[in-house]
């Protein structure tokens, strides 16, 4: 089964990834979390918060679809392929 980390979008690992020079330990313990969760709805809002906040996701502009799914952090496509 696809993990989180698999699914998550490129513009938020290229934004996790800017971040790490600055917090390697926050990010290496945030990819740890997402390769060990299969599923949106097993996430924590904590790792959710982290994922915003080091990705660079302006979610003040989401609605409530957004935060229901989460199709701004993780791709769809990626999604579909593992279902």
């Known amino acids: ?3 989180l980390l698999e699914k998550l979008r490129p513009e938020i ?17 945030l990819y740890d979390k997402l390769d060990s969760l299969h599923l949106y709805s097993q996430l924590d809002m904590g790792t959710i918060r982290d994922l915003t906040l ?6 003040m502009k989401w609605d409530y679809i957004d935060w229901k799914y989460g199709d701004k952090l993780f791709s769809q496509e990626a999604i579909e392929v593992a279902l």
């Open 13 to 29: 690992v290229d934004a996790l990834e800017k971040s790490r020079d600055d917090y390697d330990y926050s990010i290496t313990g």
């Open 54 to 59: 080091w990705g660079d996701v302006d979610e």
């Open 1 to 3: 089964m696809t993990t």
